[in-house]
């Protein structure tokens, strides 16, 4: 028994017959020059030999420690400040019911929900509640903290500009479970 090949002589022979009925006009188009644009010509090259852009990230996740948090999360490194930047971006996993303790930024934050259910508090005001989606921007040396409900995950990214010495943050007391049991229903 023969196996089928692929693109042997043969084949090829073969392949080239049906184009005869393909009409004129149609197979006048394979000869007509390519008009993609460079980048769209490399990028179908890409496609076509394999090519997949990957970052590989070999930092490792770290615990968020236990002077900044309670309970359990997990921050990966996004972005650290080199040269003139001062951009620190991360990506922060919370387990159900863990949260920050109070601190500020010296130059605010934003954070952004990508996965679970969290909550959020600033100094003086209510707990709120954030889901995906949702985008927190705290002033600079607001005093605040962010978490996970407690019966959810949650995720988000964070961006901070550290100050001139190279902090991202100032940290004050935990929040104690009565403090963080005032949250409303999620
Ligand atoms: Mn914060």
Same mark, same amino acid.
């Given at each position: 028994?023969?196996? =089928? &090949?692929?693109?042997?002589? *043969?084949?090829? $022979? +073969? $392949? &080239?017959?049906?184009?005869?009925?393909? =009409?004129?006009?149609?197979?006048?188009?394979?000869? +007509? /020059?390519? *008009?993609?644009?460079?980048?769209?010509?490399?990028? &179908?090259?890409?496609?076509?030999?394999?090519?997949?852009?990957?970052? /590989?990230? *070999?930092?490792?996740?770290?615990?968020?420690?236990?002077? %900044?948090?309670?309970?359990? #999360?997990?921050?990966?490194?996004?972005?650290?400040?080199?040269?003139?930047? $001062?951009?620190?971006?991360?990506? !922060?996993?919370?387990?159900?019911?863990?949260?920050? #303790?109070?601190?500020?930024?010296?130059?605010? +934050?934003?954070?952004?929900?990508?996965?679970?259910?969290?909550? !959020?508090?600033? $100094?003086?005001?209510?707990?709120? !509640?954030?889901?995906?989606? @949702?985008?927190?921007?705290? @002033?600079?040396?607001?005093?605040? %903290?962010?978490?996970?409900?407690? *019966?959810?995950?949650?995720?988000?990214? &964070?961006?901070? @500009?550290?100050?001139?010495?190279?902090?991202?943050?100032? %940290?004050?007391?935990?929040?104690? @479970?009565?403090?963080?049991?005032?949250?409303?229903?999620?």
């Amino acid at each position: 028994m023969t196996m =089928p &090949s692929f693109g042997s002589a *043969t084949e090829g $022979r +073969q $392949r &080239s017959g049906p184009a005869r009925t393909v =009409p004129r006009r149609l197979r006048n188009r394979g000869t +007509q /020059k390519p *008009t993609l644009s460079r980048t769209a010509e490399k990028s &179908s090259n890409d496609i076509r030999s394999g090519i997949m852009r990957i970052t /590989k990230n *070999t930092i490792e996740t770290t615990p968020g420690p236990r002077e %900044w948090f309670t309970g359990a #999360a997990y921050i990966d490194a996004i972005a650290t400040p080199t040269g003139p930047s $001062r951009v620190n971006a991360s990506s !922060v996993r919370f387990t159900p019911g863990a949260r920050t #303790a109070w601190h500020a930024h010296p130059n605010g +934050q934003t954070i952004y929900v990508t996965e679970g259910i969290g909550l !959020v508090q600033r $100094r003086g005001a209510p707990i709120e !509640v954030i889901r995906p989606g @949702d985008r927190v921007f705290f @002033d600079p040396g607001e005093e605040h %903290w962010h978490g996970a409900a407690p *019966t959810r995950f949650m995720s988000h990214l &964070s961006m901070v @500009d550290v100050d001139e010495k190279g902090n991202s943050a100032t %940290w004050g007391a935990h929040v104690g @479970d009565e403090e963080y049991g005032a949250a409303p229903p999620i």
